[in-house]
């Protein structure tokens, strides 16, 4: 192992033990609160740590009238980058920089999460040059939400599984301690799903060597989505770091599997339905509704979802 792969994590260490915790404090008066907004990649376009999100939180808040919008992208970079002969050649990776504009004239929240590294260093080594793109992307990120009067939230990298490729894992490694140190440097709101995530795949390898969070290193499962779910939802201000799954955080919740259901229908409709509004050139997605269309059929399942939550 290399010093410097040695030395950042233990700076970092040290760093969360002379700082002020980092959890219910940092979400400010939620009642205030009307949208969150959800940005990234593919991993957030599949949107399941976002349901698990949004149903876990409105069961214990079930007055809540939060919206929550997940504007994914997949492919997307943060960075600009797109390596060469992408899908196949069929078209270059989409780049934040190009809609993001057109997203905040239409859309005002008061919360942005944004989850985008995974693409960013296009599975490759580190380089400083890839690196700095990823830097530079995520700080420009920053003044764009900071100039709409909302706050951001931005949340580590999920785990590159290092079976798939130890040289990209460190990669994504490097990244996350990066935006990690901007807690402190800049006192961002930074949430850490990375590590956590790593560590529980490492933990599980120790008795099964075949054990996977993501099939194919990128996209995590079931379990791999809860994992991305926990932090932001103790960022909410939730305790749920004792469940091992959803299902556990959810068992005594009669209605939560039909909730659940309903909610992930609701926020692929709108997810649909604003992609096409906002517009974005990435080819090969579902074609939205028309936003008008998409809010009959959202506001019929959120008088399901009340009926089930009173």
Known sequence: MSLKKTVFPILIACLFFFQPSFGQENFNNPTDTKQILFLGNSITYAGQYIAFVETYYRIKHPNSSIEWLNLGLPSETVSGLSEEGHAGGAFPRPDLHERLDRIFEQIQPDFVFANYGMNDGIYLPLNDDRFASYKSGIEWLNQKIDSIAAAAIFVTPPVFDPIKGEAYANVLDI??????????????????????????????????????????????????????????????????????????AIATEENAPELLMLITQKQAILRDAWLKSTGHQRPGLAKGLPLNEAMEQVEKLEQKIQQLLN
């Open 175 to 248: 990244y996350s301690d990066w935006l990690i140190s901007k807690r402190y440097t800049d006192y961002w709101k930074v949430i850490d799903l990375h590590w956590p995530m790593r560590k529980f795949l490492e933990d599980q390898r120790k008795t099964d060597p075949t054990y996977f969070l993501a099939k194919d290193g990128i996209h995590p499962g079931e379990t791999g989505h809860w994992l991305m779910a926990k932090p932001i939802l103790e960022y909410l201000g939730e305790n749920v770091g004792e469940f091992d799954s959803f299902q556990e």
